[in-house]
C-alpha cells in the first residue's frame, strides 16, 4: 500500500458491521449454526483414551500421531493464512464475521490436537513430532502449494481460486488424516479423541459449504472466457493436490493395509468438495470404508454426558445444515 492508498483509508468512512439487516440469503445462517457449534478441546475428557493408548502397537501409534502432526499443520496455516487471504479481499462486513469466526475455530482445531499429544506423549516425543513436520517433504509441498495461493490473493481471480484451495483443504485435503481417527473410533479405540475429530468435521462441513457458496457467487461474476480459465485452473490444483496427497497417503500409512481404502476416501472427499464449488463429481470411487463413512456423519452423536461429550454438544438448538437449505428463488 502507498502513501496516497494509507491516506485514502484514513480519510474513507468507516461502516460498522449491521446485523439487523440481512445481506443475503445465507450468512445469517451460517453465523448462528458457527456459533452454536462452539466448543472447546478442553471440554473433551481426553484423558479416558490413555488405556486404550497403550493397547496400540507402536506402529499404529506412530501412524496416529503423525496424521494429527498433518492435520495440526494444515488448520494452522489455514487459520493464519487462508481465512485472512479472503478476508481481505471481502467487503461486506457480516461475511468478514463469519469468516473471522471460522478462522478462530481453525486455531481451535490445530490446539485440540496439542491437547491430544500432551494427554498422550511425553514432551520428548511431542518435540520429535513437531521436528517431523518441518523435515517431510510431503507434508511441507502440501502446505507450500496452498500457500502459493493464499499468499497471491491480490485480485477477483486470485480471490476465487483462494476459495476453491480453502474448499480442497477443508472438504478433502484434511481426510488422509480424519481417516485413521474415525477408523480406531469405529472399532471402540480412542473414543475421546475421536469425538475431537467429529467435532472438526462437522466445523469443516459448515465451512466447506459456506466458502463454496461464496466461491460459487465470485466465479458466475465473470465472463465465460475468464470462467473456462478458472475452471482449468482448479482442476489442475485439484491433480497437484492428489498427486502429492496420494504419495503422502502411501508414506503415512504403509503396512497398515488401509492405503487404497484412505485413497479412496480422499477421492469421495473430493468430489465432495467439487461439488460444494458448485461442479460435478470428477473421481470415480468405490464404496468407503464403513466404519470410517458412520464416523464421517456429522449428525448429532448420544453418549452418556459424563464418559463422552459427543458431536450433540452445542449452544442452542441445533439442526443440520442440509444442501437444500442453500437453494433459493
Request: charged share 25%.
Given at each position: 500500500?502507498?502513501?496516497?492508498?494509507?491516506?485514502?483509508?484514513?480519510?474513507?468512512?468507516?461502516?460498522?458491521?449491521?446485523?439487523?439487516?440481512?445481506?443475503?440469503?445465507?450468512?445469517?445462517?451460517?453465523?448462528?449454526?458457527?456459533?452454536?457449534?462452539?466448543?472447546?478441546?478442553?471440554?473433551?475428557?481426553?484423558?479416558?483414551?490413555?488405556?486404550?493408548?497403550?493397547?496400540?502397537?507402536?506402529?499404529?501409534?506412530?501412524?496416529?500421531?503423525?496424521?494429527?502432526?498433518?492435520?495440526?499443520?494444515?488448520?494452522?496455516?489455514?487459520?493464519?493464512?487462508?481465512?485472512?487471504?479472503?478476508?481481505?479481499?471481502?467487503?461486506?462486513?457480516?461475511?468478514?464475521?463469519?469468516?473471522?469466526?471460522?478462522?478462530?475455530?481453525?486455531?481451535?482445531?490445530?490446539?485440540?490436537?496439542?491437547?491430544?499429544?500432551?494427554?498422550?506423549?511425553?514432551?520428548?516425543?511431542?518435540?520429535?513430532?513437531?521436528?517431523?513436520?518441518?523435515?517431510?517433504?510431503?507434508?511441507?509441498?502440501?502446505?507450500?502449494?496452498?500457500?502459493?495461493?493464499?499468499?497471491?490473493?491480490?485480485?477477483?481471480?486470485?480471490?476465487?481460486?483462494?476459495?476453491?484451495?480453502?474448499?480442497?483443504?477443508?472438504?478433502?485435503?484434511?481426510?488422509?488424516?480424519?481417516?485413521?481417527?474415525?477408523?480406531?473410533?469405529?472399532?471402540?479405540?480412542m473414543i475421546s479423541s475421536g469425538e475431537i475429530i467429529s467435532l472438526i468435521l462437522r466445523d469443516e462441513s459448515l465451512h466447506g459449504k459456506y466458502i463454496g457458496l461464496l466461491a460459487q457467487e465470485k466465479y458466475?461474476?465473470?465472463?465465460?472466457?475468464?470462467?473456462?480459465?478458472?475452471?482449468?485452473?482448479?482442476?489442475?490444483?485439484?491433480?497437484?493436490?492428489?498427486?502429492?496427497?496420494?504419495?503422502?497417503?502411501?508414506?503415512?500409512?504403509?503396512?497398515?493395509?488401509?492405503?487404497?481404502?484412505?485413497?479412496?476416501?480422499?477421492?469421495?472427499?473430493?468430489?465432495?468438495?467439487?461439488?460444494?464449488?458448485?461442479?460435478?463429481?470428477?473421481?470415480?470411487?468405490?464404496?468407503?470404508?464403513?466404519?470410517?463413512?458412520?464416523?464421517?456423519?456429522?449428525?448429532?452423536?448420544?453418549?452418556?454426558?459424563?464418559?463422552?461429550?459427543?458431536?450433540?454438544?452445542?449452544?442452542?438448538?441445533?439442526?443440520?445444515?442440509?444442501?437444500?437449505?442453500?437453494?433459493?428463488?
Amino acid at each position: 500500500m502507498n502513501k496516497l492508498q494509507e491516506i485514502d483509508q484514513v480519510n474513507k468512512v468507516h461502516k460498522a458491521v449491521n446485523w439487523d439487516t440481512e445481506d443475503d440469503e445465507f450468512t445469517q445462517a451460517f453465523w448462528d449454526q458457527n456459533v452454536k457449534q462452539f466448543w472447546l478441546p478442553e471440554e473433551i475428557p481426553i484423558s479416558k483414551d490413555i488405556p486404550s493408548w497403550s493397547n496400540l502397537s507402536e506402529k499404529e501409534r506412530i501412524l496416529y500421531k503423525r496424521v494429527l502432526a498433518g492435520l495440526t499443520l494444515l488448520d494452522t496455516k489455514q487459520g493464519n493464512d487462508g481465512i485472512p487471504s479472503m478476508m481481505d479481499l471481502t467487503e461486506n462486513l457480516q461475511r468478514k464475521a463469519v469468516l473471522s469466526f471460522m478462522g478462530t475455530m481453525e486455531e481451535i482445531h490445530a490446539k485440540s490436537y496439542s491437547s491430544i499429544f500432551t494427554t498422550l506423549l511425553s514432551k520428548k516425543e511431542i518435540d520429535e513430532l513437531f521436528i517431523w513436520i518441518e523435515e517431510e517433504p510431503l507434508l511441507q509441498n502440501k502446505a507450500k502449494i496452498v500457500l502459493r495461493q493464499y499468499k497471491n490473493t491480490t485480485d477477483p481471480k486470485s480471490l476465487y481460486l483462494s476459495m476453491v484451495t480453502s474448499v480442497f483443504l477443508e472438504s478433502f485435503l484434511f481426510y488422509s488424516g480424519f481417516f485413521y481417527p474415525l477408523f480406531l473410533a469405529g472399532q471402540g479405540k480412542m473414543i475421546s479423541s475421536g469425538e475431537i475429530i467429529s467435532l472438526i468435521l462437522r466445523d469443516e462441513s459448515l465451512h466447506g459449504k459456506y466458502i463454496g457458496l461464496l466461491a460459487q457467487e465470485k466465479y458466475n461474476q465473470f465472463g465465460y472466457d475468464d470462467r473456462n480459465e478458472l475452471k482449468d485452473k482448479m482442476y489442475d490444483l485439484l491433480k497437484e493436490l492428489m498427486d502429492n496427497e496420494e504419495k503422502y497417503t502411501r508414506l503415512l500409512y504403509e503396512g497398515t493395509g488401509l492405503e487404497e481404502q484412505v485413497i479412496n476416501f480422499l477421492k469421495y472427499n473430493a468430489n465432495t468438495a467439487l461439488t460444494n464449488l458448485g461442479f460435478g463429481e470428477f473421481y470415480k470411487v468405490e464404496p468407503v470404508n464403513a466404519i470410517v463413512l458412520n464416523g464421517l456423519s456429522t449428525e448429532t452423536k448420544t453418549h452418556d454426558f459424563f464418559s463422552t461429550k459427543g458431536n450433540g454438544y452445542q449452544k442452542g438448538i441445533y439442526e443440520d445444515l442440509e444442501d437444500s437449505d442453500f437453494i433459493f428463488e
